[in-house]
């Protein structure tokens, strides 16, 4: 989603039928409750229900309805995957009944809160394009995917290992999160915290730095594009498993940097365009001479020869290094 230009369109002819802007806009703010008939057109996917003594349809799919009211799900109790997503939802509380439920999808509502209990059996959420503030109602032992982006969350305090054991994805893109030191999740494999939109806004996404990155040391794929990082030393500690880092459009501008990416010797796809350092001399031999595993860098293929000739640098550079010791220390006797 990116912000575009007003642009103007024909205004509509006129006639006696129509109704004014004012009496559109009022229709459009009246509640708009799920009705049986509406929900029941919604169900698909019969199955055996629970407790395996009867069959039940378990999927729901209520997208783009225009619904304000879901209060008729609480009865649906059989129902294990929801979608209600392009709704004018501001309440989840209904689905609190729902215990069986494996996957909720609540995109492109007005939620300011996920208030929901903890589901024994949630393995997927999403909860995108709303107005959440904090990520606290999050409390399912079994979920895997939480989509959290395009809200106003400032804090990821609320997510923790204790509450999310199972997670190894999620999505918090173009939020208003500064610091993600307090995120304490080592079951992720998938961390997505960058900024989205064509134009930054400056009040979303605005991380300076990585502390506390390396509790994730399962992390395979990692993106913070377009935030304000300026330094690297946080991947000082091992991070074995990273094998894909987009750090584009940051504030990396010292060479020195990509030289605390030595211990990623899982990593194959480096994306570090944008950022100051890249205009440095020599910054392309630079990353390979400390990333020998990485196949992409900026999307481009990594040659097998710039890999060689990176090697026979870091090599001759080494033996300056011993030298230079070497000459130090007959200095000093």
Same mark, same amino acid.
């Given at each position: 989603?990116?912000?575009?230009?007003?642009?103007?369109?024909?205004?509509?002819?006129?006639?006696?039928?129509?109704?004014?802007?004012?009496?559109?806009?009022?229709?459009?703010?009246?509640?708009?409750?799920?009705?049986?008939?509406?929900?029941?057109?919604?169900?698909?996917?019969?199955?055996?229900?629970?407790?395996?003594?009867?069959?039940?349809?378990?999927?729901?799919?209520?997208?783009?309805?225009?619904?304000?009211?879901?209060?008729i799900l609480q009865g649906y109790i059989h129902l294990r995957f929801v979608d209600?997503?392009?709704?004018?939802?501001?309440?989840?509380?209904?689905?609190?009944?729902?215990?069986?439920?494996?996957?909720?999808?609540?995109?492109?509502?007005?939620?300011?809160?996920?208030?929901?209990?903890? &589901?024994?059996?949630?393995?997927?959420?999403?909860?995108?394009?709303?107005?959440?503030?904090?990520?606290?109602?999050?409390?399912?032992?079994?979920?895997?995917?939480?989509?959290?982006?395009?809200?106003?969350?400032?804090?990821?305090?609320?997510?923790?290992?204790?509450?999310?054991?199972?997670?190894?994805?999620?999505?918090?893109?173009?939020?208003?999160?500064?610091?993600?030191?307090?995120?304490?999740?080592?079951?992720?494999?998938?961390?997505?915290?960058?900024?989205?939109?064509?134009?930054?806004?400056?009040?979303?996404?605005?991380?300076?730095?990585?502390?506390?990155?390396?509790?994730?040391?399962?992390?395979?794929?990692?993106?913070?594009?377009?935030?304000?990082?300026?330094?690297?030393?946080? &991947?000082?500690?091992?991070m074995s498993e990273l094998k894909y880092l987009d750090i584009r459009d940051n504030?990396?501008?010292?060479?020195?940097?990509?030289?605390?990416?030595?211990?990623?010797?899982?990593?194959?796809?480096?994306?570090?365009?944008?950022?100051?350092?890249?205009?440095?001399?020599?910054?392309?031999?630079?990353?390979?001479?400390?990333?020998?595993?990485?196949?992409?860098?900026?999307?481009?293929?990594?040659?097998?020869d710039e890999k060689l000739e990176a090697l026979e640098i870091a090599k001759q550079?080494?033996?300056?290094?011993?030298?230079?010791?070497?000459?130090?220390?007959?200095?000093?006797?």
């Amino acid at each position: 989603m990116s912000d575009t230009e007003d642009v103007d369109e024909p205004e509509p002819e006129q006639d006696g039928s129509q109704k004014s802007d004012n009496e559109n806009d009022l229709e459009k703010e009246e509640p708009n409750v799920l009705t049986e008939e509406t929900a029941g057109q919604s169900l698909s996917l019969l199955c055996k229900s629970g407790d395996g003594l009867s069959h039940a349809f378990i999927r729901a799919d209520l997208k783009e309805k225009n619904l304000s009211d879901i209060s008729i799900l609480q009865g649906y109790i059989h129902l294990r995957f929801v979608d209600i997503s392009k709704n004018r939802l501001t309440d989840l509380s209904p689905l609190n009944n729902l215990t069986h439920l494996l996957s909720v999808k609540a995109d492109n509502n007005n939620l300011e809160k996920i208030g929901l209990q903890p &589901f024994p059996f949630l393995q997927h959420a999403s909860f995108s394009f709303n107005r959440i503030n904090d990520t606290s109602g999050l409390e399912h032992p079994l979920l895997e995917q939480l989509n959290l982006s395009n809200n106003r969350i400032d804090s990821v305090k609320y997510l923790r290992c204790g509450l999310l054991s199972k997670l190894h994805t999620l999505e918090i893109r173009s939020n208003k999160i500064q610091s993600i030191e307090e995120l304490n999740i080592p079951s992720l494999k998938n961390l997505y915290i960058e900024e989205e939109f064509i134009v930054i806004r400056k009040d979303y996404n605005s991380i300076s730095n990585l502390d506390g990155i390396s509790r994730m040391n399962q992390l395979e794929n990692l993106s913070v594009r377009k935030n304000k990082i300026t330094e690297l030393t946080c &991947f000082n500690e091992p991070m074995s498993e990273l094998k894909y880092l987009d750090i584009r459009d940051n504030l990396i501008a010292n060479i020195e940097e990509i030289g605390k990416l030595k211990d990623l010797i899982s990593l194959q796809s480096l994306l570090i365009a944008a950022n100051p350092v890249c205009k440095e001399e020599g910054f392309r031999m630079e990353v390979l001479m400390h990333l020998q595993s990485i196949s992409k860098l900026n999307e481009d293929d990594v040659a097998e020869d710039e890999k060689l000739e990176a090697l026979e640098i870091a090599k001759q550079r080494q033996l300056e290094k011993e030298k230079f010791a070497e000459y130090e220390e007959m200095e000093n006797i």
